[in-house]
């Protein structure tokens, strides 16, 4: 070995930059070779640079000069200096470029520093931000969060020592109402409601704001809908009109709003149930419920209607209804295609008069009861006689005479205005069998002559039953049928009824009137009963009769209530319905009607003995009551009551 090289010559890096060294060996044959990795290489100044012994590579470390020397043996190479330079911030880019915001919006600048080295940095936290107009934005002077004040532009730059960078324009837009939307979306409203609505602004920026107070709202259509200032627009008569907010040139689209037409939903007449005597007089109000939920008295508009002006008259303009004779009858008010529920007014006779009431407590053939009764045969010699056993009263007749009816009226002198009830017992129906049960008014009974009006009530099912008014004129087999009609069937327990008010004929079962007919023809004589079969034999006599029979005349006031109704249940038909049945009441004169409870508080009067109530609310727990009423106004005492929580619908 004669001599070392090292290359390359005099080199410079940056610190933390590295330089490779090589040592190149001579030797005496004047060969040459790459002894870099066999020799030892040494920096003069290791706090400029350092060299790996074995390796040659040199890194930077501050800035200066050091000598690199290669020495394999006692042969050390000519020292190479190298220089180790500063690394210098050569310039700074602001990003992004040229950005634009809104007031009240914020924009993050980033700050990316070149260096002599040619590396870059963020130095976004190490610079020094400012804005050459505060007034439209600021910005952060160690972050680079700018903030939009007000519409403009600005002068973005970011320092560090002696750097400055480019100047970046932050552009600060002005917000501007881009349009406007109103809500509620066509809704509806009836005359005299209101509907507030809601103006909402949408900005240039994105954002939404309540704008109800500064715009100008219009409604299209005044005659329909008036709209204030606030946005409250209130209806005025059925129609449309289109609702606009405005501010500046934005106007809202326009939203329909619909003022319905308030129809009448249902008329509750009142007073409920009322009793007057002949020639007194009773107002009757009616009372419209709307569906805008208002309720109005419609009286005067209203069209009034008596179902038996025999027994009351109303004004059908002014609901002034006037007593004729005893009785019942049912007060309507109809408006349009809208009836009322029938309210029930019961005409009571005068005082004074007869009365009678019988369960038949003896065994006799024919009923006399201490001379109480007058036969058909003991007396009138062509009918048959009325005959009892304790607790019931049946006919004699053979079936082998045509019209030989049972027959037996009440001794003594009877007002003209008369009342016949009794209970009625049936067994064994035969619809091939003709088995009549009878009430008789105005009826006198003499030797060969029986005059007066018969009512009968065929013992049979809804199918064949009949009800029937019949004047018998004298003789016998002398008999004129006034009137027959379809009944609703007749069975055991059932209360029949007959009346003769001035020149009215009714009849009823279980307090529904069933049929009635005007005649002049007689307008004294006695109540009584009866009793017929045809196509059937002496032994089915007592398959039919009475187990009580009560008359008046008119005479002193009905003090008994009806009895109790029995059976009460409560039958779920829908979310919002409770049907409600129970077992008819019976009177010693007539059951008129049901008052129905609910939750101890009376919401309807039936004249029959079911109710459905329509007005049941989902989750809430139900209590029903009934109790019966009279013509005289007795009330039973209440049912025993069924409780109801009526459930939700689903859907």
Known sequence: MQSIAVSPANPSINTSQTQQFTATGTYSDGSTKNITTTATWASSNPSVATVGPTTGLATGVAAGATQVTAMLGTVVSTADTLTVNAIALQSIAVSPTNPSIYSSQSQQFTATGTYSDGSTKNITTTVMWASSNPSSATIGANTGLAAGVAAGSTQITATLGSVVSPAGTLTVNAITLQSISVSPANPSINPSQTQQFTATGAYSDGSLKDITATAIWVSSNAGAATIDSTGLATGVAFGATQITATIGSVVSPADTLTINTITLQSIAVSPANPAINPSQTQQFTATGTYSDGSRKDITISANWASSSPAIATISASTGLASGVAAGFTQITATLGNVTSLADILTVTPAAGGNSYTTNFSLTENPISEGGKWISGKATGLDWSDVRTTPGFAFGTQSDTVPYDDSAAVLTGTW??????????????????????????????????SISGYEINFRCTSADTQYVQIVRWNGPFDNFTLLDSRGGPGLKTGDVVTATAVGDTISAYINGVLIVQVTDTTFTSGSPGMGFYIQNGSASQESDYGFTSFTASDGGAADSSPPSVPVNL??????????????????????????????????????????????????????????AAFDAAGNVSAQSSPVTHKQRSSRI
């Not at 009430?439 to 003499?446: A, E």
């Not at 919401?603 to 009934?626: C, E, K, N, Q, R």
């Open 569 to 626: 249940v409560a039958n779920v038909i829908s979310s919002s319905e409770i049907d409600l049945s129970w077992s008819p009441s019976t009177d010693n004169v007539a059951v008129v009607g049901y008052k129905v409870f609910r939750n101890n508080a009376q919401i309807a009067t039936s004249p029959v003995p079911s109710f459905a109530d329509l007005t049941a609310v989902p989750g809430i727990l139900y209590t029903y009551t009934v």
């Open 415 to 448: 007002g003209p205005d008369q009342t016949a009830q009794a209970t009625v017992y049936t067994v064994n129906q035969d619809s091939s069998v003709f088995e009549e049960v009878e009430l008789r008014l105005r009826t006198s009974i003499s030797a060969h």
